[in-house]
Nanobody
Framework: QVQLVESGGGLVQAGGSLRLSCVAS????????MGWYRQAPGKQRELVAR???????TYLESVKGRFTISRDNAKNTVSLQMNGLKPEDTAVYYC?????????WGQGTQVTVSS
């Protein structure tokens, strides 16, 4: 059983920065792709950034150049560095571990960006 625990959310002014972290339990972290998703009120959950087991990264177009996803396999941790935050980045951010047939999810952490 895998558990994902996120931290690092909060309230920040537009233009500010936050760093989200997600620690995974278990032994499958290093062989799993990891992702950060977000869901704003009334909207569908969307993939913000993904990092493969070989550290290949992909990003939502609207966060390219502002957000950076990284992983530390020795610490079973995936992080999302968010710079230049905008009010439209406000959402609950979820950590995801890809696993067939069922992904694992964290509990979510709130990010609020004030204008």
């Amino acid at each position: 059983q895998v558990q994902l625990v996120e931290s690092g959310g909060g309230l920040v002014q537009a233009g500010g920065s936050l760093r989200l972290s997600c620690v995974a339990s278990g032994s499958i972290f290093s062989t799993s792709a990891m992702g950060w998703y977000r869901q704003a009120p009334g909207k569908q959950r969307e993939l913000v950034a993904r990092i493969s087991s070989t550290s290949r990264t992909t990003y939502l177009e609207s966060v390219k150049g502002r957000f950076t996803i990284s992983r530390d396999n020795a610490k079973n941790t995936v992080s999302l560095q968010m710079n230049g935050l905008k009010p439209e980045d406000t959402a609950v951010y979820y950590c995801n571990l890809e696993r067939f047939p069922t992904d694992y999810w964290g509990q979510g952490t709130q990010v609020t960006v004030s204008s």
